[in-house]
């Protein structure tokens, strides 16, 4: 592979940068996730798609590159689709309530797999308040497997899943920006045979690229506006949910307004980011004694009708509705 023609091309002029083919795009990220790519070459091809940013013919070849490289999960269930949450955000002083939405799957005996990184420089992460929940990281896929098949959720760190995917973004720090494969992230799935990907973005650019993206390639996701880049619902304020399946796009709820208002603006939800705190307030919401957040309960419907759980959304509102009132009773 002739990478200084690659980088002049991704140069190409500076008003109208060229972009890769899907074939081009598939290989150089390829040899990326393979570690072939010279540490000098490799930077500047990150620094410069960064710049351009990733066009969908890109991503989608990107997409296949990764798709050969993830380690495999067969699903655990032979009536709904399992459900992906990749895990990369968090802040440090907000709670990370992506375990709550993930616990409410299981009740509904729906196959939930996490993956995201474990050091996420000082951020609240959902791996540290899964671990204080009774829920420890899988060391491999063939572990999360069981976990799956016993428990009906695991977390997966993604070095265990893609080393070569981690590799790429552990180049964060040195870089000084995230690159194609934080974004490829989002998109890593363990289950050939299909799934639901929960997916947050949070910059624009990126949720437009993934729009675009979902259409294109015809899978099923369900797309929101994350909270703090998490693949959960504002619980204080809803977002846009679109389900995209089949180069289809559906908008399963509206935004509600003011959606990107800080988690503890309104003062209700765990009052720390602490993984023990935010555990113990998960607990008490499983246990009906304190409110489930609306917009979670939402994007639970969602999810229900995204997986087959259910084929009318109508009756997945009221399935969570039916939950959400049991859990307030007891």
């Not at 989608?60 to 495999?72: H, I, K, P, S, T």
């Not at 992506?98 to 995201?116: K, S, Y």
Request: glycine share 10%.
């Amino acid at each position: 592979m002739n990478y200084s023609d690659l980088l002049r091309q991704l140069t190409g002029d500076a008003a109208a940068p060229c972009d890769l083919s899907t074939e081009e795009a598939e290989s150089v990220f390829a040899a990326m996730l393979d570690g072939g790519v010279p540490e000098l070459e490799l930077g500047a091809l990150l620094s410069l798609l960064h710049i351009k940013g990733e066009s969908v013919a890109e991503l989608l070849g990107f997409g296949r590159a990764l798709a050969d490289r993830v380690a495999r999960i067969e699903p655990v269930s032979d009536s709904v689709l399992p459900v992906v949450l990749p895990s990369y955000g968090g802040s440090t002083d907000e709670p990370d309530l992506l375990p709550l939405l993930a616990l409410l799957l299981q009740r509904f005996h729906i196959p939930v797999l996490i993956h995201g990184s474990l050091d996420r420089g000082g951020h609240a992460s959902a791996a540290y308040v899964l671990r204080e929940l009774g829920i420890m990281p899988s060391v491999n896929a063939d572990q999360a497997q069981r976990q799956l098949a016993t428990r009906g959720i695991a977390f997966v760190p993604s070095g265990a899943l893609s080393p070569g995917l981690a590799a790429l973004m552990s180049l964060h720090a040195r870089l000084g920006a995230c690159n194609v494969a934080h974004l490829m992230a989002k998109l890593l799935t363990p289950f050939p045979e299909g799934s639901v990907r929960v997916i947050g973005a949070t910059h624009s650019a990126h949720f437009k690229r993934l729009q675009q993206y979902f259409v294109a390639a015809g899978e099923v996701a369900l797309l929101l506006e994350g909270a703090r880049g998490e693949p959960l619902a504002n619980p204080h304020r809803r977002p846009r949910l679109e389900l995209y399946d089949g180069g289809m796009c559906t908008v399963l709820f509206e935004a509600e307004n003011d959606s990107g208002r800080p988690l503890r603006a309104l003062g209700s939800g765990p009052r720390s980011s602490e993984p023990a705190v935010t555990a113990a307030w998960i607990r008490a919401a499983l246990a009906g004694r304190v409110p489930l957040p609306m917009p979670l309960i939402n994007q639970l419907a969602c999810c229900l009708f995204a997986t087959g759980y259910t084929s009318d959304m109508n009756q997945a509102k009221a399935l969570v509705a039916v939950e959400a009132g049991s859990l307030a009773a007891a």
